[in-house]
């Protein structure tokens, strides 16, 4: 394998890991702890790869020298063992090309999900209850971590908004394709004549900053608010202004975090929430200035959907972007929703 789907040339992958691997061991690592930590990440990222490879390579080899010896001694009973390494095989690939999709700068990072009810009332808010747990089932199968870092309940069901922060490996490049208008149709049981409805929910992913140069804020354009957080959380939450909102005065951009007790911890993460909000829009004229988005660019606006979820009158998952059809909505929305990512990440590389 010199080249494997379309991504790093094998040589170049080690000459990449080389590199970073001399800087680890230079004098003052890890004087600054926050860069060391980001070229740790790269760097183990990068050798998963090589070794994910060279797996691939010794599995072909093993194949090759049992398909010669099963010839040489005109013995079929290798026949069994040989379609199971080649199925295993191509499941090794096909995993092996998915992460060479994962090459844009901020891929490799830990996401912040931001999911928001559109019109509709209570109806738009339960299905936006349903995309947070989508996603918070989708991180717990995949083994990352997952934290709701703000949540505003719905006036009756539901949920009017949310912020969740997943950690894991690759999670913004995973997460980047849900970026859009979620639709939901069915027959609402919040409707005391049963009838159909049609919801719509934006989902925003943004990369997560992991530094504060990266994107430089100024004491003159935050205006910060404390108040007392809302929902879950004991009285002792109740009863002291320990949430914080946030306004960017320049982009009018606000954010607020009220999951932790402590004031101070939720301005560190409504603060950081900002930056990958800034962060995003930066990304998106360098983007547009640049001509290079690729694929065909779907707006994050209402009435542009990504995804329709049909409960009613039959049953189907489709994605308007990839073609990707599922007849098992209620699999997708347990979390189950790595064909669509997959479909989707292959379909915006062609």
Known sequence: LIVYGGGFEIDKLRSKIDELSLITMSDGFWND?????????????????????????????????????????????????????????????????????????????????????????????????????MYLRWAEKMNMTSKILEISKGDEAGIKSTTIHIKGDNVYGLLKSEKGVHRLV?????????????????????????????????????????????????QSVQKNSTAIRITHLPTGIKVSCQNERSQAQNKEIAMRILQSRLLAMELKKREQNEKKIKGPHISAEWGNQIRSYVLHPYK??????????SSDPDKILDGDINEFIDNYLRMSKN
């Open 186 to 234: 069915r027959l609402s049981p919040y409707d005391s004549d049963n009838a159909r409805h049609t919801s719509f929910v934006l989902v925003e992913t943004l990369p997560e900053i992991e530094s504060d140069l990266e994107i430089e804020l100024k004491s003159d354009d935050l205006n910060i608010e404390a108040f007392k957080a809302g929902g879950a959380g004991g």
């Open 316 to 325: 189907m998952v489709k994605d308007h972007r990839s073609d990707f059809e």
């Open 33 to 133: 702890s926050i860069k060391a930590q980001k070229i740790s990440k790269e760097l183990a990222y990068y050798e998963s790869q090589l070794k994910d490879i060279n797996h691939v390579v010794l599995s072909l080899q093993s194949l090759k020298e049992l398909v010669i010896l099963s010839i040489d001694e005109n013995d079929n009973s290798f026949e069994e063992e040989i379609l199971n390494s080649i199925n295993l095989l191509e499941i090794n690939i096909g995993d092996l090309e998915l992460k060479t999709l994962f090459d844009g700068k901020y891929d490799i990072r830990n996401a912040i999900v931001s999911i928001h009810a559109g019109a509709g009332g209570v109806e738009s808010q339960d299905w936006a209850s349903m995309i947070m747990r």
